[in-house]
C-alpha cells in the first residue's frame, strides 16, 4: 500500500475516533498530499460533508485539478462523483468497492480512471462500523 492510501486510512479512522463514519480521502498534486479529508456528516451534522468533499474543500482553490489524483477509502458516491467530474479530476484510487459500489460508471463515462485496490483493511474498516451502526450507515448512503 503507498503513503497516500496510508493518509485516506488514517483520515478515516479520524473521522472513526470522532464518532463519525471511517471514510477518508486525500488528494495529491505532484507527488503532495494537498487536501485532506475524513467524512464529518455526523461531527457536523452536515449531510454533505463527505470524505471526498471533505478533502477538496481542505485542498482549498488550486486552480487545475487535471494534474492531481484523489485516493479514497471507500468507492465515491454520486455526490463525490459528481465533484470529481466537475473539477476534472481524471484519476481516483480506492480502497474498496465491495462495501459500497457507488458511482464507478459515472466516473468512467466521463473519462475517469478508477483504481480499486480491493484492500482488506478497508473492507475490514467499514465492516465493524456497519455492524455497531447499521442505522447510520443506512442513512449515510440514502438507504433509510
Not at 482553490?61 to 463525490?80: A, K, Q
Request: glycine share 10%.
Amino acid at each position: 500500500m503507498d503513503i497516500f492510501m496510508k493518509a485516506a486510512i488514517d483520515e478515516a479512522k479520524s473521522g472513526l475516533c470522532e464518532g463519525g463514519i471511517p471514510i477518508g480521502s486525500v488528494l495529491v498534486k505532484d507527488g503532495k498530499i494537498i487536501g485532506r479529508g475524513h467524512n464529518k456528516r455526523v461531527q457536523e451534522n452536515n449531510p454533505i460533508m463527505h470524505a471526498e468533499i471533505n478533502c477538496l474543500y481542505n485542498a482549498g482553490r488550486i486552480g487545475r485539478y487535471r494534474e492531481t489524483v484523489l485516493y479514497s477509502t471507500l468507492m465515491p458516491c454520486y455526490l463525490c462523483a459528481g465533484a470529481v467530474v466537475q473539477f476534472g479530476i481524471k484519476k481516483v484510487i480506492v480502497g474498496e468497492s465491495k462495501t459500497f459500489a457507488g458511482a464507478k460508471a459515472f466516473m468512467e463515462s466521463h473519462r475517469v480512471k478508477i483504481v480499486d485496490l480491493n484492500l482488506d483493511e478497508c473492507k475490514q474498516l467499514m465492516k465493524d462500523f456497519i455492524q455497531k451502526n447499521p442505522e447510520l450507515w443506512n442513512e449515510d448512503i440514502g438507504e433509510l
